[in-house]
């Protein structure tokens, strides 16, 4: 993508976020280039997505295999109408 420095001005924030998703942007003084704002860390491939998910979705089912944390105890104490069990 290129844009002319006065333009870019007011498009910043938009242009950043360009960047972070991979995009190169071309900014330009009278039709030359003269700087690139470009992302510091390549964006992560869809294999590298899923794998991440994937990480995720199994750490959540070993915590829900591991039972109930401190603030969900009490719920085995106490019955449907909340009396003791």
């Not at 910043?12 to 960047?19: D, H």
């Not at 280039?33 to 995720?56: N, Q, S, Y």
Request: charged residues 30%; hydrophobic residues 45%.
């Amino acid at each position: 993508m290129e844009i002319a420095i006065h333009e870019a001005k007011g498009k910043l924030s938009g242009l950043i976020k360009a960047a972070e998703t991979g995009e190169h942007v071309v900014l330009t003084r009278h039709g030359r280039p003269v700087a690139e704002i470009k992302p510091l860390i390549a964006p992560k491939t869809a294999a590298e997505k899923r794998e991440a998910l994937m990480a995720i979705a199994l750490r959540a089912r070993d915590k829900q295999a591991q039972g109930a944390d401190a603030a969900h105890a009490a719920d085995f104490l106490y019955d449907d109408t909340g009396m003791p069990s």
